[in-house]
């Protein structure tokens, strides 16, 4: 009699070596998935910084219009405004700025007249705007003996 051989089951279990490579792929791609959100975020981010900046760039320029204003007309009555261009290494900025002056007169001589500067900033492709209106009575001017 011939000994019984165990026999190997053909059935049986693939080894599973290729389980290991598709968990590595399957971090990664999670990975580069968060990567990616967190990039976008953060470009979001900075551009939201950067729109904050120049708002209240826009903002301080127009309140310097105003004063602009105010102390043209102090000096000289005649005044009646302006386009103020301002160099981007004036206000150590990247871009230049414009600001509009307007001086709309009272309706007597002892009213307040408007001073209005409509701020652009940056200038040649303006992304934000802001307006600054103020009342103003020009000091009383003695007569020169």
């Known amino acids: ?7 190997h089951r053909s059935h049986a279990a693939p080894p599973r070596r290729g389980i290991a490579a598709i968990i590595v792929i399957a971090v990664l791609a999670m990975t580069m998935a968060f990567a990616g959100v967190w990039a ?8 939201a910084a950067r729109r904050a900046e120049e708002q209240q760039q826009a903002r301080w320029l127009a309140e310097a219009g105003v004063r602009r204003a105010a102390a043209r007309l102090s000096a000289d009555p ?11 290494a004036e206000i150590d900025r990247p871009s230049a700025a414009e600001i509009e002056i307007s001086i709309e007169p009272g309706d007597s001589a002892t009213a307040p007249a408007t001073l209005v500067a409509k701020a652009r900033y940056p200038r040649d492709e303006p992304r934000v705007r802001s307006t600054k209106t103020v009342k103003f009575t020009p000091p009383i001017r003695e007569p020169q003996s």
């Open 1 to 7: 009699m011939t000994p019984l051989r165990k026999q």
């Open 40 to 47: 976008r975020r953060i470009v979001m981010e900075r551009r």
């Open 78 to 88: 005649a005044y009646a405004g302006e386009t103020w261009l301002i160099a981007a």
